[in-house]
């Protein structure tokens, strides 16, 4: 801690520069203010970048690195506005009050930056609120935010001169108003959460009278001074409610019915809707599991997020370019989202309630009924959700740059007139209207899909940034624009003024880009790539169609803008074919890819120089159909590059929980039908529309799926695949390639080989030796250790653990750790067991680390390997913590041989001393730590074993278990253990 101390000071020395910044009022001044920041500042960045590298944790690495690289970004930006201050204010320039709010915003930027870095550098390996993506995780990140801000808005309060436009406190107002309102949306069923949206909107209104006021001149007058101290005291009312909702959360409040164990964070609401999906299939899969409640939540949870969602975009937050037969069908399609959310929430109350009933076979009948009802329904909001944020992404961030370039254009000219006040204002309106699209779309994206903690609070992070710097680029070129004038050319510093308002409004157009870009990279991972091109293609043929009826109305403008919108569709796939290429090292998808890439590239020039020879000769029908035959050059390359990205067999994706594929065929009174059958993306709207229809045989669905597969298999590659002796001799001593079943093993004795890799392998291991050695009662509430325990061991009972070590060594883990807990109580045990259960454990997150490890090295996804080995690295880590913890609590239970208590004790926080007290803390933050990096390794390891090299000899199989295998104990009183999800 004495390095991260002395970091820290380097910090806050930076912070104290900063400070002064504010007094710098002469070039003099800002030459001395230049001169003191630059050493501190490079010690700081140094300091941070070295510790960043140092982390095993992902997200406190990415937070550090997120936040010094923002810094590096921002520091030129700031010099470059003090100067301009200085020579605006100076010599009573236009463009004084621009500059200001530029500089103050640009100083609580980086002030909130360096804040953010000093509260990443003081994380520990046990703060939960860092490592889980969860709803808690979002109240602390909120509340942070809330905290940063309070500061600028008092100051900004207290400042009755302030009649500058989007300051820095107007901007900190509109994010602590924001991040309140976020606090009350994670917790609504809080009596506080409707006080917090209520005193929100009280806030706004007085801050825009008190806005309205200065601005006209009255700022210190007696309703000025009024306004100001009523938001005062509401602004501290709001800051208490805030803490209040925090801490009781903290303290065990839960969400809904979910009222046990949310002091735990293996336990609390996932924080996407794709991992409140995971949660809802997988209560879904067992009604009355262990996931009840948690699985109840996720349910409401996610129908109340995709309903706000399509609603959002009912109101036209997002373009639209289809045309009205489109728009009609999305609006079908949005209403009967709507639909099925309503009867999610209806039937999954029911379901709750009925498994919550003594069982009977009508009751099991009409609770399978009902879970797969619902498993239609949200198979249906999944589906409409995907299509609606993969349409926005294509649509929102195809033309990135364009209004900001128009912008540029309208404040300077390259005709070298003089820039417009009103065409100005018109292309601000349409900038900060797309800087609001993107903003939108980006927080649907971290939102609804990405599920990495890091990633998404980055994608969150450049959203909350993006609006704000929009309007300091506006700010920056209206300085420009006023800077204009003739008559400054005869004025002190007139001359200088429009080359430095120039300079500074490029640094700020450069910086908003650069903000926007990083936007759009986060928010392409969020989809899937052949998706994305088929909505771009839909877009190509939309804007073809436009653009033959702009030949028609002999329209050049009609035609310029259609094909324009084409070609930016085109370098939009042609950016992410190319990305996709650089992350593979598969040679044979890699060189394909590569083709695609040669193709496509070589006919886009060829349509937009047809196009522009469209334009010129728009009556010729020679132009007309030389431009038809490079646009259909144009979408052929299109289509090819979705062949060689699709899956090469057309299986329908599957929206039901494995398990599902084991209920036959049923039809009962209640009009609900269950299949054994997965539904398609093309086939969902008509299976959620007709509920009471009757459903087809499962063998006429299986026969005709068949068939299906059956002429998409890639016969070429097919041919190309061989298995010489060299390949049997190298797979005999891997991991077994056979695909048996859980249903047709024979039980037979735990024998191990070891590859020459180093990882042990299990061979013909029946799934019940593993999981009848796990015979422990869920856990109390005051038992976090056990609960993570089950928490792992029911997240591995999903999958035969026959040829995947991964999965058996998971599940000697979760048996371990359930012993750990029953030791720190005193069930049982002396300090050796408990020495010796630790270092079990330890050895156990050595051989998850060994088998990650030969995952990624084997791994052609440069993405998944890299996520891969950090999680494997962190595993290693915290197991090894987890050794030392367990023998320094060992130290302080006494000496006696046998047990160091009389009897058991129920909690596994009930300590004697201070200091055993705080080693406790560790030990069970340590555990869930474990467990969590455990699981989050499976879910990466199963996307990795479909990626990996075809002659490596290595494979891990993952067959889902027979539901039948999966009966849990439940005669404890309904005692709740909850699934840790992505």
């Known amino acids: 801690m004495s390095e991260v101390r002395k970091i820290i000071r380097h910090c806050r020395r930076v912070l104290s520069v900063l400070a002064t910044a504010e007094h710098v009022s002469s070039l003099t001044g800002l030459a001395d203010f230049v001169k003191r920041l630059t050493p501190c500042m490079a010690d700081m960045i140094k300091e941070v970048d070295n510790r960043q590298e140092e982390l095993t944790i992902q997200s406190h690495s990415a937070l550090l690195l997120r936040g010094i690289e923002q810094v590096k970004r921002l520091t030129p930006i700031l010099i470059s506005s003090l100067k301009l201050h200085v020579n605006t204010h100076q010599n009573h320039l236009p463009g004084?009050?621009?500059?200001?709010?530029?500089?103050?915003?640009?100083?609580?930027?980086?002030?909130?930056?360096?804040?953010?870095?000093?509260?990443?550098?003081?994380?520990?390996?046990?703060?939960?609120?860092?490592?889980?993506?969860?709803?808690?995780?979002?109240?602390?990140?909120?509340?942070?935010?809330?905290?940063?801000?309070?500061?600028f808005v008092s100051d900004w309060i207290s400042d009755s001169n302030c009649s500058v436009a989007m300051t820095a406190g107007e901007k900190a107002l509109n994010q602590v108003l924001n991040s309140a309102k976020n606090l009350a949306n994670l917790n609504q069923t809080s009596s506080n959460s409707k006080a917090i949206i209520h005193?929100?909107?009280?806030?706004?209104?007085?801050?825009?009278?008190?806005?309205?006021?200065?601005?006209?001149?009255?700022g210190n007058g007696s309703e000025a001074n009024h306004i100001a101290n009523t938001l005062s005291t509401k602004l501290n009312q709001l800051s208490r409610l805030c803490k209040d909702l925090s801490l009781r959360d903290n303290t065990g409040g839960g969400v809904g019915?979910?009222?046990?164990?949310?002091?735990?964070?293996?336990?609390?609401?996932?924080r996407t809707l794709e991992g409140k999906l995971v949660q809802a299939q997988r209560w879904l899969a067992d009604p009355r599991g262990p996931l009840r409640h948690v699985g109840l939540e996720a349910c409401r949870s996610l129908a109340q997020g995709a309903r706000s969602i399509i609603m959002s975009s009912d109101s036209g937050d997002v373009p639209d370019n289809n045309n009205n037969n489109s728009s009609t069908e999305d609006k079908e399609t949005n209403d009967a989202c709507v639909e099925a959310c309503e009867h999610v929430e209806r039937v999954s109350d029911r379901l709750f309630s009925m498994s919550s009933q003594p069982l009977t076979a009508e009751n099991e009948i009409n609770q399978q009924d009902l879970a797969m009802a619902i498993s239609r329904s949200l198979a249906y909001i999944w589906q409409t959700l995907e299509k609606l944020l993969t349409r926005q992404i294509a649509e929102v961030y195809t033309d990135l740059v364009g209004p900001l370039r128009q912008l540029f254009e309208s404040a300077s000219p390259s005709s070298g007139n003089l820039p417009d006040q009103n065409d100005y204002n018109v292309k601000m309106k349409e900038f900060l209207n797309q800087c609001n699209q993107l903003v939108n779309t980006g927080e649907l994206a971290a939102a609804t899909k990405l599920s990495d903690v890091w990633r998404s609070d980055a994608l969150r992070c450049l959203t909350s940034q993006l609006n704000e710097l929009g309007a300091q680029v506006v700010l920056a070129g209206r300085a420009v624009v006023l800077s204009a004038d003739p008559n400054l050319q005869l004025q002190p510093g007139g001359a200088s003024l429009k080359q430095a308002t120039s300079d500074h409004f490029l640094m700020m157009r450069q910086h908003w880009t650069d903000t926007a870009e990083r936007m759009r990279a986060l928010v392409d991972e969020a989809v899937d790539a052949n998706a994305f091109i088929a909505a771009q293609e839909i877009g190509m043929l939309r804007d073809s169609a436009r653009t033959e009826n702009s030949i028609a109305a002999i329209s050049t403008t009609g035609v310029v803008e259609s094909t324009t919108r084409i070609a930016r569709r085109a370098n939009r796939v042609l950016q992410l074919i190319t990305r996709e290429a650089d992350n593979s090292e598969d040679p044979l998808y890699v060189d394909r890819m590569n083709e695609a890439v040669k193709a496509l590239r070589s006919t886009i020039t060829p349509m937009v120089n047809d196009a522009k020879g469209l334009v010129t000769n728009i009556d010729d029908p020679k132009m007309h159909n030389q431009w038809r035959l490079s646009n259909r050059n144009l979408l052929t390359a299109i289509n090819s590059i979705k062949q060689v990205i699709s899956p090469s067999f057309n299986n329908p994706i599957n929206y039901y929980h494995e398990h599902y594929h084991h209920h036959p065929l049923s039809v009962h009174k209640n009009g609900i039908h269950s299949t054994n059958t997965s539904i398609s993306s093309n086939s969902c709207n008509n299976i959620h529309n007709n509920n009471n229809n009757s459903v087809a045989s499962s063998?006429?669905?299986?026969?005709?799926?068949?068939?299906?597969?059956?002429?998409?298999?890639?016969?070429?590659?097919?041919?190309?695949?061989?298995?010489t002796d060299d390949d049997r001799q190298q797979q005999s001593g891997?991991?077994?390639?056979?695909?048996?079943?859980?249903?047709?093993?024979?039980?037979?004795?735990?024998?191990?080989?070891?590859?020459?890799?180093?990882?042990?392998?299990?061979?013909?291991?029946?799934?019940?030796?593993?999981?009848?050695?796990?015979?422990?009662p869920p856990p109390e509430e005051n038992q976090p250790i056990m609960a993570a325990a089950h928490a792992l061991h029911h997240e591995t009972r999903l999958w035969s653990s026959r040829d995947n070590e991964l999965i058996a060594a998971t599940k000697r883990m979760a048996a371990l750790m359930a012993q750990l807990s029953q030791i720190v109580r005193g069930e049982y045990g002396t300090k050796k067991d408990l020495i010796n259960v630790s270092m079990a454990i330890a050895e156990a997150s050595l051989d998850v680390n060994q088998c990650a490890k030969v995952l990624a090295k084997e791994c052609t996804d440069r993405r998944i390997r890299s996520n891969l080995l950090h999680l494997s690295d962190r595993i290693l880590t915290i197991g090894?913590?987890?050794?030392?913890?367990?023998?320094?609590?060992?130290?302080?239970?006494?000496?006696q041989d046998d047990s160091w208590f009389g009897?058991?004790?129920?909690?596994?926080?009930?300590?004697?001393?201070?200091?055993?007290?705080e080693n406790t803390e560790s030990l069970v933050g340590n555990a869930q730590n474990l467990m969590q990096s455990v699981i989050e390794t499976l879910?990466?390891?199963?996307?990795?074993?479909?990626?990996?090299?075809?002659?490596?000899?290595?494979?891990f199989i993952w067959n889902p278990r027979n539901k039948s295998n999966l009966n849990y104990n439940n005669n404890t009183n309904n005692k709740q253990i909850y699934s840790i999800v992505r």
Do not use: W
């Not at 808690?136 to 905290?147: E, P, Q, S, V, Y």
């Not at 063998?699 to 190309?720: F, V």
């Not at 009897?903 to 007290?917: K, R």
């Open 96 to 151: 004084a009050a621009e500059s200001q709010a530029n500089r103050d915003f640009l100083l609580s930027e980086m002030s909130s930056e360096i804040h953010e870095i000093i509260r990443g550098l003081q994380l520990t390996e046990t703060d939960s609120s860092e490592l889980f993506d969860d709803d808690l995780a979002a109240m602390h990140m909120n509340k942070a935010a809330f905290d940063s801000r309070l500061q």
């Open 199 to 218: 005193l929100c909107d009280e806030l706004n209104d007085y801050a825009q009278s008190l806005i309205h006021l200065r601005r006209s001149g009255h």
């Open 257 to 270: 019915d979910q009222q046990h164990h949310t002091c735990n964070p293996l336990f609390r609401l996932a």
């Open 699 to 723: 063998k006429s669905s299986q026969a005709s799926n068949n068939k299906e597969i059956t002429s998409s298999i890639p016969l070429r590659e097919m041919q190309e695949i061989s298995i």
């Open 734 to 776: 891997t991991i077994s390639l056979d695909n048996t079943t859980d249903d047709t093993v024979a039980t037979s004795t735990t024998t191990t080989t070891t590859t020459t890799a180093g990882v042990p392998v299990r061979t013909s291991t029946p799934d019940t030796e593993v999981d009848e050695e796990f015979n422990f």
């Open 880 to 895: 090894n913590q987890l050794k030392i913890l367990s023998t320094v609590k060992a130290t302080m239970l006494g000496t």
């Open 903 to 917: 009897a058991p004790l129920q909690s596994e926080l009930d300590c004697g001393s201070t200091e055993d007290q």
């Open 939 to 955: 879910h990466v390891a199963e996307g990795a074993s479909i990626k990996m090299r075809v002659h490596s000899g290595y494979k």
